[in-house]
């Protein structure tokens, strides 16, 4: 098909040094991003576990630790890390989290490679996210799926094979393979506190790599297989017209969102409305009688008022807003165990209730509103309504906090100041082991 070769051509002439400025520089900001987040994921004891378990052995390097895995192992760890802790972008556009798919993929192929440079690592990056994110935006996923782990596998795929300096033709039977390598995700495990969903997109990034090595291995993929992937199985429907609109000159990664809260964006624009609350006075939690969280569809969902594990808490509005004013926080450390089971933050949460407004879902995806209205002991009553959250693409995070957030992120390295800039330019760097020293903790 046509957008099919346009998109694969597009991989593999995509040139960094032909590109806008600000796109070279957004694109270094959601890449340090990411590399932040697969950090601060390796504080998460089940991604230590399975480090252990699959980093015995092999030639490439995990990023961020100190072992060694073959390429597709540490492509998956990488990427499980990426997402543990809900840090990672994401893009309203695509539907969900196109840079975790790609970089993991490309870190993981660069490390294997002593002959790239930082640069070409740089360029499979920006070309993996926007054909990632491009596959997304193509695609309307069926209800019942979760976006990581089905259409990133195509910026996963894509990232490898502009590092493999694949033919343009190569290059689109890899694609063609990736699609049928997509995973069956559930948008329903995390609500449901199963942290199985940390899972996808370390594995579509390992299946990037999977379905470079079918194309050089000589197989082919199912002619059109990605419209019949996406469009009618993990999809109901694959625009060929979205895929390559504006390519090349309508840049996805230049609209992405950004969190400082280590939980689901759909949880920010209620904790947005929180934050404006309590810069015009205080909330005390223990004078709250009822909460009542209304906002769009999606984040209506996330109304778990007792999670048991922290991937459940991180994907709770009411949990959420609830570490937020017992705890002041809603960084890491507040998803802790004893957090969970702490019997004051458990009963605010049971007080808040979130409902959908139909006429708030109709305004995405240009807005995401929330309105919360409290109710006290008193009598008394406080209300506010946001559309959107810090972080947004209308409200970009200035690199300053960007950069405070990555060394929050990076805490325990030997020199984070220098992680930061090579995060940010990565194409500076001479090469993989150069680079990966910076970033190595424990």
């Not at 100190?66 to 556009?93: H, I, M």
């Not at 699609?179 to 069956?184: G, P």
């Not at 579509?204 to 379905?211: C, D, E, V, W, Y």
């Not at 979130?354 to 309105?371: G, K, N, Y």
């Amino acid at each position: 098909m046509p957008a099919f070769e346009d998109l694969a051509a597009f991989i593999q002439s995509t040139d960094i040094h032909r590109i806008p400025p600000s796109i070279r520089h957004q694109t270094g900001l959601v890449l340090a991003d990411t590399l932040g987040a697969i950090l601060a994921g390796w504080q998460e004891a089940d991604v230590r576990a399975i480090g252990r378990k699959y980093a015995d052995a092999g030639e490439a390097d995990v990023f961020g630790r100190k072992r060694k895995a073959d390429a597709a192992s540490a492509a998956f760890l990488t990427g499980f890390a990426g997402t543990a802790v809900e840090l990672d972008e994401g893009n309203y556009a695509a539907g969900g989290h196109p840079a975790i798919h790609a970089v993991a993929a490309a870190l993981a192929e660069w490390s294997v490679r002593p002959d790239l440079s930082g640069e070409a690592f740089f360029n499979a990056v920006l070309v993996g996210y926007e054909a990632g994110a491009r596959a997304g935006m193509a695609t309307t996923l069926r209800p019942a799926a979760h976006p990581h782990g089905t259409w990133g596998v195509i910026g996963a795929a894509a990232a490898v094979a502009r590092l493999r300096h694949f033919s343009s033709e190569m290059t689109l039977t890899a694609l063609e393979l990736a699609a049928s390598l997509s995973l069956a995700t559930s948008v329903t495990a995390s609500l449901r506190g199963s942290a199985i969903r940390n899972i996808y997109a370390g594995v579509a990034a390992q299946n990037g790599l999977l379905a470079c090595d079918l194309a050089q291995a000589g197989m082919t993929g199912e002619p059109n297989g990605i419209a019949v992937v996406f469009g009618s199985v993990s999809g109901s429907r694959f625009s060929h017209e979205k895929l390559v609109d504006g390519l090349g000159e309508r840049w996805l990664i230049a609209q992405p969102f950004l969190k400082l809260a280590s939980s689901c964006r759909e949880t920010q624009g209620a904790l947005e409305v929180i934050e404006t609350m309590l810069e015009e006075r205080d909330i005390d939690p223990f004078e709250i009688e009822a909460m009542r969280v209304t906002t769009f569809a999606p984040a209506s969902a996330l109304k778990e008022t007792r999670p048991v594990t922290p991937i459940g808490a991180r994907f709770s509005i009411p949990f959420v807003l609830a570490l937020r004013l017992m705890h002041g926080s809603v960084w890491i450390d507040a998803f802790a165990p004893e957090k969970l089971r702490d019997p004051a933050i458990r009963a605010l949460a049971e007080r808040i209730r979130v409902i959908e407004d139909p006429a708030m879902t109709r305004r995405l995806p240009t807005e995401r509103p929330c309105r919360i209205e409290i109710r006290f002991a008193n009598g008394k009553g406080r209300s506010a309504e946001k559309t959107d959250a810090l972080g947004d693409p209308s409200r970009p995070l200035p690199e300053a906090a960007l950069k405070s957030k990555f060394l929050r992120m990076a805490e325990g390295l030997e020199d984070g100041e220098a992680a930061w800039i090579a995060a940010r330019m990565p194409d500076k760097s001479t090469g993989f082991e150069a680079f990966s020293r910076l970033f190595l903790n424990g």
